[in-house]
């Protein structure tokens, strides 16, 4: 059997599976994540580790499984964040996590050395602060003490696996989200470093994702509860991880939306795609050789958690099913109502730190459904913007599956098709993508399992919601009104913090 860890951001979920990747149990253990004003959010490595150790022994207990049938473990992790180590290989201070925007200054500064032309093409992304290299930027010019301490950089999946194996790696997937990866060398690119003014010590080894990073030491084994000598694979960054869970390890299976705390438009790819307008971005895939063309946007089941809490005397899962359920038998963009659902600043399509979330046309017959219901449209039509900018850089999506958590919402997935015009399909996996990809990707790595195509035959479509011809067409035009709304709000978010 083997066990998948999932890092995300709101909590770990261990999950375990039988040697070809099917789930057997998951448990999760939660965490918390600091956010406060001027773009910060920071969370405790140490809350990763105690979680996993948590979540392995739970695991155990639940499924009354034998440590000695754990042929391996892998994890899977939330990407694009900076943890800082000294050289004991202990953090100097929290964790940077992907939705921080402090480091707007050192984006600019990377842009006025490199341009964000020559960066993209470099990288596969654009300069922006929610990227490691200008994070770990940030913490040199901001908390100079603190960075005289530092020897060592890695993200989240990374400090976990060195925790269990005694040595400091990361695999292409994760490297390639850190801004300091050069696509085409594979390697940490001269060029970005030299920009940093940082120095490539600081980087760690890149391995593939399904390479065995080593064994458990006695002091792992001792804390999870699983045998000392345990396999580990490298595993990989949850975007890529995903879409091997979600069945998408070639170009023809077609693209996937991830309806989680962030959401994401992605596919798999036999070569980097690249926007002219850099609207969108392209991970090294888990499976080698290959790239994930992703557009992700900050917030969007965390904006439908956010106006959930907003509105709800006694926020619960219960409550949200409840408010989206009454979202159905409202109307939103139809009656003037817009919402923007930029709660974390941007990224795809906007790249916009300073983009803030915004109801526009808000009246006083709008109740507490229409308003749900603006926040489910507004984030389909962030999302819809980002497959036109696929399809104009010359990408077909014609179908789109979905996965995570907010898939499981019949009313949602019937706004996409509409919104989108194309079937938009469930899966059977909805929450367990992660789980699957990383429990396939160490199947292939332990030689369990020939390739990632056995992902395929671990979930089926349960449902597909067709979009109707004529609310497609209204919401075209509605969508139109939706850009003009953040395009007038622009200037004002660029100034709203000044004195």
Not at 186 to 213: C, K, N, Q, R, Y
Not at 476 to 481: A, D, I, S, T
Request: charged share 20%.
């Amino acid at each position: 059997m083997i066990i998948a860890h999932d890092l995300g951001t709101t909590g770990n979920k261990a999950s375990l599976h039988t040697d070809d990747g099917r789930l057997l149990s998951a448990v999760t253990v939660g965490y918390p994540a600091r956010f406060a004003d001027g773009g910060l959010a920071e969370q405790d490595p140490e809350d990763w580790w105690n979680a996993v150790v948590q979540a392995t022994r739970d695991l155990l207990a639940r499924a009354n499984a034998d440590p000695a049938a754990i042929t391996g473990l892998t994890i899977s992790g939330q990407m694009m964040g900076a943890v800082l180590l000294d050289a004991e290989y202990r953090p100097v201070r929290p964790a940077i996590i992907w939705a921080d925007t402090r480091s707007s200054a050192q984006t600019t500064a990377l842009e006025s050395i490199i341009g964000q032309g020559r960066a993209y093409s470099l990288l596969g992304h654009r300069l922006n602060p929610t990227y490691s290299l200008e994070k770990i930027m940030w913490v040199r010019d901001n908390e100079p003490d603190v960075f005289a301490r530092v020897r060592h950089f890695c993200v989240a999946k990374d400090f976990v696996i060195h925790r269990l194996t005694g040595r400091l790696a990361t695999d292409r997937s994760d490297a390639s989200a850190t801004n300091a990866y050069d696509q085409a060398l594979g390697a940490w690119s001269p060029d970005m470093l030299a920009a940093a003014g940082l120095d490539v010590s600081l980087f760690p080894e890149i391995l593939a994702s399904t390479d065995v990073v080593g064994e458990l030491t006695a002091d792992a084994a001792s804390a999870t509860g699983l045998r000392r000598g345990t396999r580990v694979v490298m595993g990989g960054g949850d975007g890529p991880i995903a879409a091997v869970g979600a069945g998408i390890v070639s170009p023809s299976d077609g693209a996937y939306v991830s309806l989680g705390t962030s959401s994401w438009i992605s596919f798999a790819s036999d070569v980097p795609v690249y926007d002219p307008l850099m609207r969108t971005m392209t991970f090294d895939n888990v499976v080698q050789g290959s790239y994930v063309p992703t557009a992700t946007m900050q917030a969007g089941g965390a904006a439908l958690a956010w106006v959930s809490e907003l509105l709800s005397p006694h926020p619960s899962s219960s409550e949200l099913s409840a408010l989206v359920a009454d979202a159905d038998t409202a109307g939103a963009a139809s009656s003037g109502l817009y919402f923007l659902p930029y709660l974390l600043g941007e990224r795809s399509p906007h790249w916009n730190p300073d983009a803030s979330g915004a109801f526009l046309g808000i009246g006083r017959h709008h109740g507490r459904a229409a308003m749900t219901r603006a926040v489910l449209e507004g984030v389909a039509f962030n999302l819809f913007t980002c497959i036109q900018a696929f399809r104009e850089s010359g990408a077909v999506v014609d179908r789109i599956d979905a996965i995570g958590g907010g898939a499981a919402s019949d009313v949602w997935l019937q706004i996409l098709a509409d919104v989108w015009g194309v079937p938009v399909r469930r899966r059977s996996i909805v929450e367990e993508a992660n789980s699957l990809g990383a429990a396939v990707t160490a199947a292939v790595g332990l030689g369990l399992v020939d390739d990632f195509g056995a992902a395929r035959g671990l979930s089926e479509v349960t449902a597909e919601f067709t979009p109707d011809g004529s609310r497609h067409s209204d919401y075209l035009g509605r969508h139109r009104v939706f850009l003009g709304g953040y395009s007038s709000l622009e200037s004002w978010n660029s100034g709203r913090f000044a004195r």
